[in-house]
């Protein structure tokens, strides 16, 4: 497992949406929980979400295959002991007793398999044979050598003997690419919900105030109607616009409530109980994001947990694909060996010749075996084949997508934060709309109706601009995601085991 370190750090670069605060108003009144940060959330989020430690099992799994792999060239000891006997019975008829011949093997030896596809065997045998012939008597046959085995073609090379090991090391790299993959992931929805849950209370909050405003507007003309200066309908029109409102309040609640649980789950919590206190978030300024459509598309591809996995997906197929072609080759191996001999009437005088190098032994020769259809390597090779040349496509494929998601990602950046600008500048102007109504209906002037369309006119402008901002904010999340730098742009490293 890479354990992640959330890094201290100023977190004004965090993606966030603005605020009550940062609209210049109030938050909406609401029971809540002390303040929860955007810094503290995504370290709840790496210490307790499920998704994170289900994950975080893969590249420990991936490093004990890699083991395994490594394996495949450990060296065995080996040691065998048979005791065999057999009868013979004469050529010719008579009344002769059969024969009985024993035989008692012993053999001790270190074996192993080398990268090139050298195959070893170190050791020594011992056989004792007793029979008629030599009048079942002890008789000691000892060899103490190595014996080897080379491939020449089919089996010969790197290619073909660490096709298994190249597989597991691709597939731990794989498999902590997929780690990151999922952190960025987390961490970008943490982001990115944090986010939706400052514009719910936003929203809440504008709608609680869009509310105060007509009630405080039934109650001037209630004052205004008794002073003899307005109307019956203009105070029903008041509290149809009162009334109006509650549906979104009740609504904009369930939205805050809704959003509060999503986040909370992406923290690891696993019950959602209706009387909780609500979360209280903050939110803080979206960063200034510096596009560079050259420099952006070579980051993604250096970071992006997709792209180093074809990479190494490719790498995978390639390793198979020469495998494949190694198995298309003959088998022809070089045999030798190289040892002494030892034979006499004990064990021990028997091992004494070959420890003297009394009786040198040495073989040579080569062994051929040529498959006649050999359909099975063809069909496996020409698998192989295209399925490198599948995943070379595949590659070039993403590469496009990810110029792509990168330029929309960038673009999108841009278009929201004009909407932004636009946003506000429409913000200020409908507030001052609606002061000069408001002091026109005081003045009695003008309706109550010019009143509430002004009023309608900054709620809508002020939930505008938060939600553009919200837009804002979830563009620079996915500009990161896209590049693969959400992690270091959020200050989180992740350290090798030791």
């Known amino acids: 497992m890479r354990p992640f370190c959330l890094v201290p750090a100023a977190m004004g670069a965090l993606l966030l949406v603005a605020s009550a605060a940062a609209l210049g108003e109030p938050a909406a009144t609401l029971e809540s929980s002390p303040m929860l940060t955007?810094?503290?959330?995504?370290?709840?989020?790496?210490?307790?979400?499920?998704?994170?430690?289900?994950?975080?099992?893969?590249?420990?799994i991936a490093r004990a295959n890699?083991?395994?792999a490594y394996g495949q060239f450990d060296p065995s000891l080996n040691f065998g002991r048979s005791y065999s006997r057999s009868f013979g019975y004469p050529a010719y008829p008579g009344p002769l007793a059969p024969t009985l011949a024993e035989t008692d093997s012993y053999d001790l030896n270190l074996k192993g398999l080398l990268p090139t596809g050298l195959s070893y065997t170190i050791g020594g045998t011992a056989t004792n044979v007793r029979g008629p012939y030599n009048n079942f008597t002890a008789d000691y046959l000892t060899f103490g050598g190595v014996n080897l085995t080379q491939p020449l073609l089919r089996g010969f090379g790197l290619d073909a003997n660490l096709v298994n090991l190249r597989v597991a090391r691709a597939n731990r790299s794989i498999s902590e690419w997929q780690y990151r993959q999922t952190l960025i992931n987390t961490v970008t929805n943490v982001i990115v919900t944090y986010s939706e849950l400052v514009l719910a209370h936003d929203e809440l909050r504008i709608a609680l105030r869009s509310r105060e405003l007509a009630a405080r507007l039934v109650t001037e003309d209630q004052q205004r109607l008794k002073a003899g200066q307005g109307t019956e309908s203009d105070l029903v029109t008041d509290r149809a616009e009162v009334a109006k409102f509650e549906p979104e309040v009740i609504e904009t609640e369930n939205g805050v409530r809704s959003t509060d649980n999503q986040l909370r789950q992406l923290l690891g919590e696993k019950s959602f109980p209706r009387d909780r206190p609500l979360l209280n978030v903050v939110a803080a300024p979206v960063p200034t994001v510096t596009v560079d459509p050259a420099g952006d598309y070579?980051?993604?591809?250096?970071?992006?947990?997709?792209?180093?996995?074809a990479r190494l997906g490719l790498a995978i197929n390639r390793a198979n694909a020469a495998a494949a072609r190694n198995s298309l080759l003959p088998q022809v191996n070089l045999v030798a060996g190289y040892g002494y001999n030892g034979l006499a009437g004990t064990f021990a005088a028997s091992r004494e010749m070959v420890a003297q190098h009394d009786v040198p032994s040495s073989s040579i020769g080569l062994n051929f075996s040529i498959p006649i259809a050999n359909a099975q390597a063809r069909g496996q090779a020409r698998a192989a084949r295209l399925t490198q040349e599948q995943s070379e496509a595949e590659l070039r494929d993403l590469e496009a997508q990810i110029a792509l998601s990168v330029a929309n990602a960038a673009n999108q950046i841009?278009?929201?934060h004009r909407r932004v600008l636009a946003d506000q500048a429409s913000y200020a102007l409908a507030n001052q709309a609606l002061a000069g109504e408001e002091k026109g209906h005081q003045l009695a002037n003008i309706s109550t109706q010019f009143v509430i369309n002004a009023q309608e006119n900054v709620e809508n402008a002020e939930e505008n601009l938060a939600g553009d901002r919200y837009s804002e904010a979830q563009a620079v999340a996915a500009y990161n995601q896209q590049l693969g730098l959400t992690l270091l742009r959020n200050h989180i490293t992740l350290s090798e085991d030791k």
């Open 414 to 416: 841009e278009a929201t």
């Open 38 to 60: 955007i810094d503290e959330a995504i370290r709840l989020a790496l210490n307790n979400n499920p998704d994170i430690k289900v994950e975080a099992f893969a590249p420990q």
């Open 66 to 68: 890699v083991l395994a």
């Open 298 to 309: 070579q980051e993604a591809l250096n970071h992006r947990p997709d792209y180093q996995q």
